[in-house]
Nanobody, 123 residues
Framework: QVQLEESGGGLVQAGGSLRLSCAAS????????MGWFLQAPGKEREFVAA????????RYADSVKGRFTISRDNAKNTVYLQMNSLKPEGTFVYYC????????????????WGQGTQVTVSP
């Protein structure tokens, strides 16, 4: 089992940047493929980005391509989501997830989840 804890959320103006972090503990971090999802109030979680076990492969939702970057540091047991040019879309909770499937885009394909970190982008 692996435990995940997100950090780095907050309030930012449109056009600004934030970097989210997700620290893992428990089983070997490098064993898992990692992903980031976002969830708006009352809606289902949506795929944002995924990174392979080694960090060599990444995948993004079309809505964030060119603006967000996912990366991982296996020595630090941490995955990151660099978010640039944020759009004024309101408040979301961002979750990191760990799973055995590479480049998975469905939330059901991930086995472990963090508690989430809230991001609010103001106009």
């Amino acid at each position: 089992q692996v435990q995940l804890e997100e950090s780095g959320g907050g309030l930012v103006q449109a056009g600004g940047s934030l970097r989210l972090s997700c620290a893992a503990s428990g089983r070997t971090f490098s064993f898992y493929n990692m992903g980031w999802f976002l969830q708006a109030p009352g809606k289902e979680r949506e795929f944002v980005a995924a990174v392979s076990k080694s960090g060599g492969s990444t995948r993004y939702a079309d809505s964030v391509k060119g603006r967000f970057t996912i990366s991982r540091d296996n020595a630090k047991n941490t995955v990151y989501l660099q978010m640039n040019s944020l759009k004024p879309e309101g408040t979301f909770v961002y979750y990191c997830a760990a799973g055995i499937y590479a480049m998975a885009v469905l939330s059901t394909q991930y086995q472990y989840w963090g508690q989430g970190t809230q991001v609010t982008v103001s106009p």
